[in-house]
């Protein structure tokens, strides 16, 4: 089956971590935003699956897949149906609802990342809002990330398959979305994470594990990988990383 | 079996959406941390599992959920493993992930929830951040409050089964769910809802339904369940509620 993968053209943002898991398993996938109008895809395409009046299971917001007729919004949840179909799952259902669970706590870091320069409102603009996010930043890279990272380093460390990845004796696609986290944390907080990397050696060995993959390292190199910008959820405001 | 669900005493917090579940389904459980310490259970019970050094599969953060051997956390998650075992899911694979997904889109609207009145910190105290949380509650019941809410009544709306729930022709965990956060809503913006709810009838009904239920309506009289305060995600900050 072809995958179409729909979410906002010019960022990496929430869809990447879907993308990561298609790339990894070499999946047959559509990004539609980044296909062109004539063809039928981009915006329009997503616009109108978001806006028909006929769609029953309505997304909240990008991204969202479509496998067939089934429409699946939600990263985590996108993962969770993908996870099997690509063999980046356990088998077993006690294993399946721990990756599940890792993901739904990188995503908490993930909307707390964020959060750092949008404290007051999506809707707004950073300028409008940045004494507040130079207070939150702070908050976030002195208490909240790293406990973050010294849960998924403790959890590494206990994994009874052994210290390579988060969960079992294979990867998953939560290293491929904790890879993706490390990768922004380090553009949007580099001197935070200089600072704070030496304490989570099996995190930055995990993401060093991700990287060397082969479909991995032939994605992060090719077109199809945008490049981190400031519009997306990892951003590079110098003033948040003190 | 009996569940045993792990959350912080003292109040309703994210281990409300857990106990309404299991409270729905007449289920076998106990609510550890509201055990005497002397029957081995309580706060510290909590504490030895958090922080067990042999524990593989470690939480985040509670709520989680001890069944039999295995630990669950992320309260998405435990609902998802608790979904069929309760009755309180659809039996198929794509109707499980509808629900889930309308299940973490509720857990968004509940962090934005919380995050009015901690806008810059988890960790600080509502008193070190009120100007903040001032601006992001503006935003909220303006800007994110009603977005929400019309997509939850638009969903129920198009349920294909008809419009008494969320997803298909009976009661799933999300209904269960939508209802606490009518809940915590109309105790933290009392003023906002009065003034919102009349656009969401379908909203309003759906919490109605859900509060006639049986168990429901027992256990919500009954003195497991704990009374909002400030201490929870929902709060009764007049200032917040403008």
């Keep these: ?79 969770f149906f993908l996870g099997p179909r690509l063999g980046l799952a ?18 908490d870091l993930v909307t707390e990342a964020h959060d750092t320069h949008h404290p007051i409102g999506s809707g707004l603009y950073y300028e409008d809002q940045k004494p507040e996010a130079l207070r939150r930043a702070q908050d976030f890279t002195q208490m909240r990330l790293p406990k973050f990272l010294g849960y998924f380093e403790s959890v590494i460390e206990r994994n009874p398959a052994g210290a390579d990845w988060l969960a079992g004796a294979d990867i998953t696609y939560a290293d491929l979305s904790m890879f993706q986290v490390i990768e922004g944390l380090r553009y949007a907080f580099p001197r935070n994470m200089k600072r704070l990397e030496p304490e989570y050696p099996l995190l930055v060995a995990l993401h060093e594990r991700v990287a060397a993959r082969k479909r ?27």
């Design 1 to 79: 089956m072809q995958y179409e993968l729909y979410y906002w053209p010019g960022i990496q943002g929430r869809g990447e971590f879907i993308r990561l898991a298609l790339e990894e398993a070499g999946a047959d996938y559509v990004d539609a935003c980044r296909r062109a109008e004539s063809s039928g895809m981009g915006m329009s395409a997503m616009m109108r699956l978001m806006e028909s009046p006929e769609l029953a299971q309505l997304p909240f917001a990008p991204p969202f897949l479509k496998a067939g007729e089934q429409i699946i919004a939600q990263t985590a949840n996108i993962l």
């Design 216 to 242: 991995i390292k032939a994605y992060l190199t090719s077109k199809r990988r945008q490049a981190f910008n400031n519009d997306g959820i990892f951003r590079a405001y110098k003033e948040l990383d003190r």
């Design 90 to 107: 356990p088998d077993d259902e006690a294993g399946r609802l721990w990756v599940h669970q890792l993901q739904l706590t990188i995503a």
